[in-house]
């Protein structure tokens, strides 16, 4: 019967420390040879989270202009007005909208070849939140709930990925992770997630969650495993509502100084928060920054949002160096696609996945490079195209995840976490 | 001393909470027993435009709906019992040691498992004191009859199958057909249309994605090919031949070759920006002019003539050309032919008894849903390379609903009269145990859970709106928003399905969910009560009722009333106690 019914179910203990069920292997065969994979990499990850790697993703929703952030083009009618500016490593220029950023530029691995096939916001954010495209049979996890998955830490009474900002349409979850790996959403920083706060005083929810053990307690049934599965929630649930790692949600904590070093707008307190979040042992924060489609009036649309990125991100960049925590935390900048190297009629640029910019910074990364070139006038990668495959391939190097790993979908059929793509070498340290 | 005697006073409180039921009004429109009878805000009554297109097309097929009941209730039975006895000759024959047969559920669990399962939310405290005080020997039956003839009957699954289509969908801007795929379906399974022909009409469907419904698995996949073609062949026969896609699987015996001949019948689906008025949305188009345009982006905004299957060794060359050929018969259609006749011709196919898989994944969904376990797991994952646990019984059941022209509800009639069903609940059994000796408790779906905490706590359906009557499109209500947070994909092994703690910290802490705990101010459901009724005992009867759908055991009971004397008010108290109950594990699972 069993053969015949070629499941593999085995009881796990999830990062809650809740028992929770995790089976599905196709045949015996390819479930023991995969639970050997699993063991080897059990290890290899209890080794990760000691390191306590984390990483922060700054999204840029709506595809942000590569000439008016890392790839100029001065000299080009293409370019536009945009003007480049020196950084503090010699040779390497970027727009002048990123004064701030240009003073960190050691830091950062500015990737100019950037390079994939969707250029629609749907499919391109997902491919870029997941590495894969969005196929209706298999759903693939975000990048955060990966690293969730692999590094968060069982000491962390907070959700170790958490979404800062209101809106990631098309970016994936959980998925095939499942949902317990869902990101946990902050609409705003600075203000306390939903649901966060007791309503009535510490002592009556205490005796309420009494109430619920002793009412449970006294039901006559079969579903005791159900129960024990639903308090352990419960318990983790009311741990984190009454831990003082909840204080990390709280600005206010931080001194007037170093909220004005970040700057005065919403995207300054996702850094700050995030920040505080990895500093709490949170190991994936994602921070939005939105309206990138600048179809029109694209110069002066890429200045204002230049202008409430530059001062955070260096600053993050800074602060997380001051204080030690830069070494193990990896910060990717990027969005869905670059844009069109034509100016059209309304001074705009339009969608352009072929040839665009990303960053990384911090754990494992070898700052002060530019990897890729772009031709003169930014139409083509002339030199050293990065798939979104290869990005996530670093980026997960970078982390000590190995990207080969794979994850079991609802049929049953092994994914890996990165199908195909090379690790960028040149980009780690 | 009180086991006779509780349950006395429990009938006590019974009496005295029918006459409850009678003057609250957030609850006078819920149920068949209920004096009220009003429709709620988010049943059919609503249904505007979409239906009425919906309506048109329907009746435009060559078959009227399953005429209502015609089978009877009898063929049911009789089905229901050869089903049971098949079971026992293929799957209980040989049980291993020391296993049981699980006995027949109580009155109370069989209730609140049949109204979960069929409108989608508890019994009201009338219906479940009237059925237990009734008597009748049939009364389970007429109980599931009841439940069937409900207009909650076809929201509930009208949510579950907009589920598993848009939990897969490839793109979050489709989910604007979400709340006209909800209508379609609701109408459609109150109707009692035949499966065979709403899979048609999702088949075939063309028009604007917000208006017609019946698009969504079009739509969820923005028109793409290749995952309209696995969609289709996934919800509709539970065959997941995509996974044959890129390359020969070893152990499936459909080749890559058939599922690019399945593509064949999809190449000329558009999905284009349309304008409806102010909105901005799409339409499902057929695009049948000849001149094959490239495809600029990666969407579906332009059809292709035909269907080519990439060549793996030189994926930028155009592929190979593929005939239209259903797999599962070999049946084949012309290269040339229209979008329409393409589309129409497979749902014939699909649809026809040659093809053993349509009728089966419908009853594997459903045998699954309700019981806990499906024939085939995941419930749509099927196909004659898959371990299916009774295959007899499967084959008959299946072919008896086929016998019925597809009729949904004589199929829940059917499986909710077997014993099978009707059995007491255990924990999910391991791989070496014999399935089906018990039915297992199902994690609620989301928007089950909303319904029954929104009788919980006695709040109106009217203030939570649903859908803004100034737009009919939007789709961000109470119901929707809790849905993402306690929402899964129907189609994953609910096994996997685990409670979150974003869920948990909304049930504990949601301000909204604590007013309406108040026994004082402005929430007043729970304050109506306790002056309504002075014996805590009756109150703490009445709560478990609301909230449970059943009485409290004498342990609990005992636990209750300790409490309350514990607390300085005995408000305080019943608010500790609605809030436990709506926080316990029970709440969340059917039983």
Same mark, same amino acid.
Request: with cysteine; glycine share 8%; aromatic share 8%.
């Given at each position: 019967?069993?053969?015949?019914?070629?499941?593999?179910?085995?009881?796990?203990?999830?990062?809650?420390?809740?028992?929770?069920?995790?089976?599905?292997?196709?045949?015996?065969?390819?479930?023991?040879?995969?639970?050997?994979?699993?063991?080897?990499?059990?290890?290899?990850?209890?080794?990760?989270?000691?390191?306590?790697?984390?990483?922060?993703?700054?999204?840029?929703?709506?595809?942000?202009?590569?000439?008016?952030?890392?790839?100029?083009?001065?000299? @080009?009618?293409?370019?536009?007005?945009?003007?480049?500016?020196?950084?503090?490593?010699?040779?390497?220029?970027?727009?002048?909208?990123?004064?701030?950023?240009?003073?960190?530029?050691?830091?950062?691995?500015?990737?100019?070849?950037?390079?994939?096939?969707?250029?629609?916001?749907?499919?391109?954010?997902?491919?870029?939140?997941?590495?894969?495209?969005?196929?209706?049979?298999?759903?693939?996890?975000?990048?955060?709930?990966?690293?969730?998955?692999?590094?968060?830490?069982? /000491?962390?009474?907070?959700?170790?990925?958490?979404?800062?900002?209101?809106?990631?349409?098309?970016?994936?979850?959980?998925?095939?992770?499942?949902?317990?790996?869902?990101?946990?959403?902050?609409?705003?920083?600075?203000?306390?997630?939903?649901?966060?706060?007791?309503?009535?005083?510490?002592?009556?929810?205490?005796?309420? $969650?009494?109430?619920?053990?002793?009412? %449970?307690?006294?039901?006559?049934?079969?579903?005791?495993?159900?129960?024990?599965?639903?308090?352990?929630?419960? #318990?983790?649930?009311?741990?984190?509502?009454?831990?003082?790692?909840?204080?990390?949600?709280?600005?206010?904590?931080?001194?007037?100084?170093?909220?004005?070093?970040?700057?005065?707008?919403?995207?300054?307190?996702?850094?700050?928060?995030? +920040?505080?979040?990895? %500093?709490?042992?949170?190991?994936?924060?994602?921070?939005?920054?939105?309206?990138?489609?600048?179809?029109?009036?694209?110069?002066?649309?890429? =200045?204002?949002?230049?202008?409430?990125?530059?001062?955070?991100?260096?600053?993050?960049?800074?602060?997380?160096?001051?204080?030690?925590?830069?070494?193990?935390?990896?910060?990717?900048?990027?969005?869905?696609?670059?844009?069109?190297?034509?100016?059209?009629?309304?001074?705009?640029?339009? @969608?352009?996945?072929?040839?665009?910019?990303?960053?990384?910074?911090?754990?494992?990364?070898?700052?002060?490079?530019?990897?890729?070139?772009?031709?003169?006038?930014?139409?083509?990668?002339?030199?050293?195209?990065?798939?979104?495959?290869?990005?996530?391939?670093?980026?997960?190097?970078?982390?000590?995840?190995?990207?080969?790993?794979?994850?079991?979908?609802?049929?049953?059929?092994?994914?890996?976490?990165?199908?195909?793509?090379?690790?960028?070498?040149?980009?780690?340290? | 001393?009180?086991?006779?005697?509780?349950?006395? =006073?429990?009938?006590?409180?019974?009496?005295?909470?029918?006459?409850? %039921?009678?003057?609250?009004?957030?609850?006078?429109? +819920?149920?068949?027993?209920?004096?009220?009878?009003?429709?709620?805000?988010?049943?059919?009554?609503?249904?505007?435009?979409?239906?009425?297109?919906?309506?048109?097309?329907?009746?435009?097929?060559?078959?009227?709906?399953?005429?209502?009941?015609?089978?009877?209730?009898?063929?049911?039975?009789?089905?229901?019992? =050869?089903?049971?006895?098949?079971?026992?000759?293929?799957?209980?024959?040989?049980?291993?040691?020391? &296993?049981?047969?699980?006995?027949?559920?109580?009155?109370?669990?069989?209730?609140?498992?049949?109204?979960?399962?069929?409108?989608?939310?508890?019994?009201?405290?009338?219906?479940?004191?009237?059925?237990?005080?009734?008597?009748?020997?049939?009364? +389970?039956?007429?109980?599931?009859?009841?439940?069937?003839?409900?207009?909650?009957?076809? @929201?509930?699954?009208?949510?579950?199958?907009?589920?598993?289509?848009?939990?897969?969908?490839?793109?979050?801007?489709?989910?604007?057909?979400?709340?006209?795929?909800?209508?379609?379906?609701?109408?459609?399974?109150?109707?009692?249309?035949?499966?065979?022909?709403?899979?048609?009409?999702?088949?075939?469907?063309?028009?604007?994605?917000?208006?017609?419904?019946?698009?969504?698995?079009?739509?969820?996949?923005?028109?793409?090919?290749?995952?309209?073609?696995?969609?289709?062949?996934?919800?509709?026969?539970?065959?997941?031949?995509?996974?044959?896609?890129?390359?020969?699987?070893?152990?499936?015996?459909?080749?890559? %070759?058939?599922?690019?001949?399945?593509?064949?019948?999809?190449?000329?689906?558009?999905?284009?920006?349309? !304008?409806?008025?102010?909105?901005?949305?799409?339409?499902?188009?057929?695009?049948?002019? $000849?001149?094959?345009? #490239?495809?600029?982006?990666?969407?579906?905004?332009?059809?292709?003539? &035909?269907?080519?299957?990439?060549?793996?060794?030189?994926?930028?060359?155009?592929?190979?050309?593929?005939?239209?050929?259903?797999?599962?018969?070999?049946?084949?259609? #012309?290269?040339?032919?229209?979008?329409?006749?393409?589309?129409?011709?497979?749902?014939?196919?699909?649809?026809?008894?040659?093809?053993?898989?349509?009728?089966?994944?419908?009853?594997?969904?459903?045998?699954?849903?309700?019981?806990?376990?499906?024939?085939?797991?995941?419930?749509? /994952?099927?196909?004659?390379?898959?371990?299916?646990?009774?295959?007899?019984?499967?084959?008959?059941?299946?072919?008896?609903?086929?016998?019925?022209?597809?009729?949904?509800?004589?199929?829940?009639?059917?499986?909710?009269?077997?014993?099978?069903?009707?059995?007491?609940? =255990?924990?999910?059994?391991?791989?070496?145990?014999?399935?089906?000796?018990?039915?297992?408790?199902?994690?609620?779906?989301? /928007?089950?859970?909303?319904?029954?905490?929104?009788?919980?706590?006695?709040?109106? !359906?009217?203030?939570?709106?649903?859908?803004?009557?100034?737009?009919?499109?939007?789709?961000?209500?109470?119901?929707?928003?809790?849905? +993402?947070?306690?929402?899964?994909?129907?189609?994953?092994?609910?096994?996997?399905?685990?409670?979150?703690?974003?869920?948990?910290?909304?049930?504990?802490?949601?301000?909204?969910?604590?007013?309406?705990?108040?026994?004082?101010?402005?929430?007043?459901?729970?304050?109506?009560?306790?002056?309504?009724?002075?014996?805590?005992?009756?109150?703490?009867?009445?709560?478990?009722?609301?909230?449970?759908?059943?009485?409290?055991?004498?342990?609990?009971?005992?636990?209750?009333?300790?409490?309350?004397?514990?607390?300085?008010?005995?408000?305080?108290?019943?608010?500790?106690?609605?809030?436990?109950?709506?926080?316990?594990? &029970?709440?969340?699972?059917?039983?």
């Amino acid at each position: 019967m069993s053969l015949q019914l070629a499941h593999h179910v085995h009881a796990a203990v999830n990062r809650w420390g809740v028992i929770g069920r995790r089976h599905f292997l196709r045949n015996l065969a390819a479930g023991a040879a995969s639970l050997g994979l699993v063991d080897r990499l059990a290890l290899q990850a209890d080794e990760l989270r000691r390191q306590g790697k984390a990483c922060i993703l700054l999204w840029m929703q709506g595809g942000p202009s590569q000439f008016e952030t890392w790839d100029p083009k001065p000299g @080009h009618g293409n370019g536009g007005e945009t003007k480049a500016i020196d950084t503090s490593v010699p040779g390497i220029q970027v727009a002048e909208n990123l004064p701030r950023l240009a003073a960190v530029a050691h830091e950062l691995a500015i990737i100019r070849s950037m390079s994939t096939r969707e250029g629609n916001h749907q499919r391109a954010s997902f491919l870029m939140h997941t590495a894969h495209v969005p196929v209706a049979s298999v759903q693939y996890p975000a990048m955060g709930s990966v690293v969730w998955k692999e590094l968060g830490s069982p /000491d962390c009474q907070l959700p170790s990925f958490v979404r800062v900002g209101r809106r990631f349409p098309n970016s994936s979850d959980g998925g095939l992770l499942g949902t317990d790996y869902n990101a946990f959403l902050v609409p705003q920083a600075g203000r306390l997630p939903e649901n966060v706060q007791l309503t009535t005083d510490q002592a009556r929810f205490q005796r309420r $969650l009494a109430l619920i053990d002793r009412l %449970e307690a006294a039901t006559t049934g079969a579903e005791a495993e159900l129960v024990a599965s639903h308090r352990g929630l419960y #318990r983790k649930a009311s741990q984190m509502v009454l831990s003082p790692q909840m204080k990390a949600f709280d600005l206010g904590q931080e001194p007037d100084a170093v909220r004005q070093r970040y700057g005065e707008s919403e995207f300054a307190a996702g850094c700050l928060l995030a +920040r505080r979040l990895v %500093e709490a042992g949170v190991v994936f924060v994602e921070v939005g920054l939105g309206n990138w489609d600048t179809h029109d009036n694209n110069f002066e649309r890429s =200045r204002d949002l230049t202008a409430q990125l530059d001062q955070p991100f260096a600053c993050l960049l800074q602060d997380l160096r001051e204080r030690g925590l830069l070494d193990r935390t990896l910060v990717v900048w990027m969005g869905e696609f670059g844009r069109t190297p034509r100016i059209n009629p309304r001074a705009g640029r339009d @969608h352009y996945p072929r040839a665009f910019s990303a960053v990384l910074a911090g754990s494992g990364i070898r700052g002060g490079q530019v990897i890729g070139r772009t031709s003169a006038g930014g139409e083509d990668v002339v030199d050293r195209p990065v798939s979104a495959q290869d990005l996530f391939r670093t980026v997960y190097a970078a982390l000590g995840i190995d990207a080969d790993k794979e994850n079991m979908s609802s049929i049953g059929r092994p994914i890996k976490i990165v199908e195909g793509g090379a690790v960028v070498q040149e980009a780690l340290a | 001393m009180r086991c006779v005697s509780s349950w006395c =006073r429990g009938l006590g409180a019974i009496v005295l909470v029918v006459g409850l %039921e009678n003057v609250a009004p957030a609850q006078s429109d +819920r149920g068949p027993t209920s004096a009220g009878g009003a429709s709620s805000s988010d049943a059919a009554a609503d249904l505007k435009a979409p239906a009425a297109v919906a309506e048109e097309r329907a009746g435009s097929l060559d078959r009227p709906a399953v005429a209502a009941s015609a089978a009877g209730a009898g063929d049911a039975a009789e089905v229901a019992a =050869r089903v049971d006895e098949l079971l026992g000759e293929e799957v209980f024959a040989q049980l291993g040691p020391g &296993e049981t047969l699980a006995p027949r559920a109580s009155d109370e669990v069989f209730l609140r498992r049949a109204a979960l399962d069929l409108i989608g939310e508890n019994p009201t405290p009338a219906e479940v004191i009237a059925f237990l005080l009734d008597e009748t020997v049939d009364k +389970r039956a007429r109980a599931s009859e009841q439940f069937l003839a409900e207009p909650r009957f076809g @929201h509930n699954w009208a949510r579950y199958w907009r589920d598993v289509i848009f939990y897969r969908r490839a793109d979050d801007r489709s989910l604007i057909t979400a709340p006209a795929t909800e209508e379609f379906l609701a109408e459609k399974f109150n109707q009692n249309i035949g499966w065979d022909l709403i899979a048609r009409e999702f088949i075939v469907a063309t028009g604007n994605i917000r208006e017609n419904g019946q698009t969504a698995v079009i739509a969820a996949q923005d028109g793409m090919t290749e995952d309209v073609t696995a969609e289709i062949s996934r919800i509709f026969m539970g065959v997941q031949i995509q996974c044959a896609q890129c390359h020969d699987h070893p152990t499936d015996r459909w080749k890559r %070759e058939q599922f690019h001949e399945l593509a064949a019948f999809f190449p000329r689906v558009a999905v284009r920006p349309e !304008r409806l008025g102010d909105i901005r949305t799409f339409a499902v188009v057929s695009d049948d002019r $000849l001149f094959p345009r #490239r495809r600029m982006k990666n969407d579906g905004r332009f059809g292709q003539p &035909e269907h080519y299957m990439p060549d793996l060794n030189d994926p930028e060359s155009r592929g190979k050309l593929m005939t239209p050929t259903f797999f599962v018969t070999g049946q084949q259609l #012309r290269l040339g032919a229209t979008d329409l006749e393409r589309r129409g011709t497979l749902a014939d196919w699909m649809t026809s008894r040659q093809n053993p898989w349509f009728a089966k994944a419908f009853v594997n969904r459903v045998w699954g849903e309700l019981m806990g376990e499906g024939f085939y797991e995941p419930l749509d /994952d099927l196909g004659p390379d898959r371990p299916c646990s009774a295959p007899r019984t499967l084959e008959y059941l299946a072919g008896q609903f086929e016998a019925h022209q597809y009729d949904i509800k004589w199929l829940y009639r059917t499986v909710m009269s077997t014993q099978a069903y009707q059995r007491e609940s =255990r924990p999910r059994r391991t791989p070496e145990q014999t399935p089906f000796l018990a039915n297992c408790s199902q994690r609620l779906r989301s /928007d089950q859970i909303f319904s029954c905490l929104m009788n919980a706590l006695g709040i109106p !359906r009217e203030m939570l709106g649903g859908r803004d009557p100034g737009n009919r499109f939007r789709n961000n209500g109470p119901r929707f928003l809790f849905s +993402r947070v306690f929402g899964y994909d129907p189609s994953d092994p609910r096994q996997e399905v685990t409670g979150t703690i974003p869920q948990a910290l909304l049930l504990m802490n949601s301000p909204i969910i604590n007013r309406m705990v108040q026994a004082r101010g402005r929430g007043g459901e729970l304050g109506r009560l306790l002056a309504a009724e002075p014996e805590n005992e009756g109150a703490v009867v009445e709560l478990y009722l609301r909230c449970l759908a059943r009485r409290p055991s004498q342990a609990e009971l005992e636990v209750c009333l300790e409490h309350i004397r514990t607390c300085s008010s005995r408000g305080e108290a019943f608010e500790d106690l609605l809030w436990s109950l709506v926080n316990r594990t &029970e709440f969340l699972y059917r039983p």
